[in-house]
């Protein structure tokens, strides 16, 4: 609970962007968002709202475009990945990833059977290429 206190989440991404820092940012799509709503107890309409205020605040603070990308799922956990290190939030499907644990791992010599290489893969890079890119029109129109 310690650490909590002096987290501040969107003071490290804007300084992650002003760092020049290559950043890769997987939202879920905001057609397929809903499929959620029951399951989390939030209002229809809620989460992909939710999805477009965050998408304009990652421009506002210089998240370029084409470093965010939709994905058609509904994510299971959620994580941060460096080229070593890995921040894990999973989460069961009834609540928000933000009220359950966490946990780093770490990059290891065995790529094959580690975690950090499966979620990597199967988490970042595989859904990363399969991703929508955000429209220049949906862009253009955040505020």
């Not at 968002?33 to 992909?48: N, V, Y």
């Not at 421009?59 to 890995?86: I, L, N, Q």
């Not at 770490?106 to 970042?124: A, G």
Request: with cysteine; aromatic share 10%; charged share 25%.
């Amino acid at each position: 609970m310690a650490a909590t206190k002096l987290f501040d989440g969107r003071r490290m991404l804007e300084r992650i962007v002003q760092s020049n820092c290559e950043l890769r940012i997987l939202m879920t799509n905001p057609e397929v968002a809903d499929l959620r709503t029951k399951q989390e107890e939030r209002a229809e309409g809620e989460i992909p709202t939710n999805i477009r205020m965050n998408l304009a605040y990652l421009k506002r603070v210089g998240v370029k475009r084409e470093s965010v990308r939709y994905y058609y799922g509904t994510p299971t956990v959620f994580a941060v990945a460096t080229t070593d290190r890995m921040l894990l939030n999973p989460y069961p499907y009834q609540i928000e990833a933000f009220r359950c644990f966490s946990l780093t791992i770490h990059k290891t010599l065995n790529p094959h059977e580690d975690i950090f290489h499966q979620y990597i893969r199967h988490h970042f890079q595989e859904p990363w290429e399969c991703a929508m890119e955000i429209s220049l029109d949906e862009w253009g129109m955040l505020e």
